[in-house]
Each structure stands twice: as C-alpha cells, then as structure tokens.
T-cell receptor
C-alpha cells in the first residue's frame, strides 16, 4: 500500500541552524516524490520535486530508494521558512498524490 | 487568470443539509482534482477529472458525495445529508496536461463546518 510518513509533527530550530524534515514512503512501483509547503494563511504550493533535482529557497531533497526516504534539508534556516511542510508521493501517472501528515517548521530568531 | 479559485471559502451547515462547492481551475489545465484535509492530516485524494470525464474516485467518496465537471472547465462537489464527520477543508487543484509531473496548483480551499 502507498503510504507517506512524516514522523515529526513539529520541528523547532533557531535561525541559521540546519534543518532536516524527515519523510519516509512505501510504494510498490517507482516513486515520484514531492515536497509541498503551506505558509501561514496561504495555499498549499509545490516546493520541489525529486525528478528535477532542484534547489528551491535553499532547500534540497534526495531520494534514497534503499531507505525509502526523501528528507528535506536546508543548511541554514531562515525565519521565513516557518511553515507547514508536506511530503507527497505521486502515483505513476500523476493522477493522485499521497500526502504525509505534515511537519510544522518553526524557525526561532 | 490568477490561479485556482474555490467558492465559498467557508461554509457552515446543519447536519443533514446538502452543500455544494465550486472550483474554477486554471483555464489551460485539463486535469482537476478534489482533496479533503482534516485537522492534523495531509490532504487525501477524493476524485480526479480529465476534461469532463471523472476518471478515478476514492473510497472516501461515499454515495453522499458527487462531483461533476460538465464542460471540462469548472467543477462542483456536492455533499448530501451532511454529517459532522464531513467537516474538513475541501481542496481543489488543477494541473497542465503534459506537465503533471510538475505537481498541482491548489486553490485556497473551502472549509466546511457541520454543526
């Protein structure tokens, strides 16, 4: 069965500290993985996708098929990074996403 | 076209009443999706349209739920005989036909409260 697990509901770090938001998945096929972000009072928006191997706002994520993980990382957190982050797994035809329950990142000054 | 629009933003209804939500996707997006999000959870897939055809429905979409996209543009989601368990944020999203691997564009959602 397809499942996305984000073990941390809340992650608090100080500004300038490294951040790692954990995501583990289970999927019977070849996964397509994404991170979505929701800032306060804003809509859910795509942050990055593993297939493009991009870095957005200093965030990166590496797909580790052996550990079935797709952790989101940033070397130096900023206060404006405070938001809700959702890891998502797409079906092979991108017809639907399976979302994790989200991690709230709080970056303290 | 500034994105995916959902109406209303908030809806409070009494248990047993019917409610209907509307979603206007980005005009060139031919795929439209409905998700439901309850407190403390990520969005859960409800259903998906490609143009006017409803191609997939989740088991979450009981027979009290019906979604339509009559002309392949806007979509409606109707919940009949609402129950308190239907209280949630209902999210609509759309995607470009050949770039679905770029993810969705989400609307702001309709928050339903059943009292």
């Amino acid at each position: 069965a397809q499942r996305v697990t984000q073990p941390e509901k809340l992650l608090s770090v100080f500004k300038g500290a490294p951040v790692e938001l954990k995501c583990n998945y289970s999927y019977s096929g070849s996964p397509e993985l994404f991170w979505y972000v929701q800032y306060s009072r804003q809509r859910l928006q795509l942050l990055l996708r593993h297939i493009s191997r991009e870095s957005i706002k200093g965030f990166t994520a590496d797909l580790n098929k052996g550990e079935t993980s797709f952790h989101l990382k940033k070397p130096f957190a900023q206060e404006e990074d405070s938001a809700m982050y959702y890891c998502a797994l797409s079906s092979y035809n991108f017809n639907k996403f399976y979302f994790g329950s989200g991690t709230k990142l709080n970056v303290k000054p | 076209d500034t994105g995916v629009s959902q109406d209303p933003r908030h809806k409070i209804t009494k248990r047993g009443q019917n409610v209907t939500f509307r979603c206007d996707p980005i005009s060139e997006h031919n795929r439209l999706y409905w998700y439901r999000q309850t407190l403390g959870q990520g969005p859960e897939f409800l259903t998906y349209f490609q143009n006017e055809a409803q191609l997939e429905k989740s088991r979450l979409l009981s027979d009290r739920f019906s979604a339509e996209r009559p002309k392949g543009s806007f979509s409606t989601l109707e919940i009949q005989r609402t129950e308190q368990g239907d209280s949630a944020m209902y999210l609509c999203a759309s995607s470009f036909p050949d770039k679905t691997n770029y993810g969705y564009t989400f609307g702001s959602g309709t928050r339903l409260t059943v009292v």
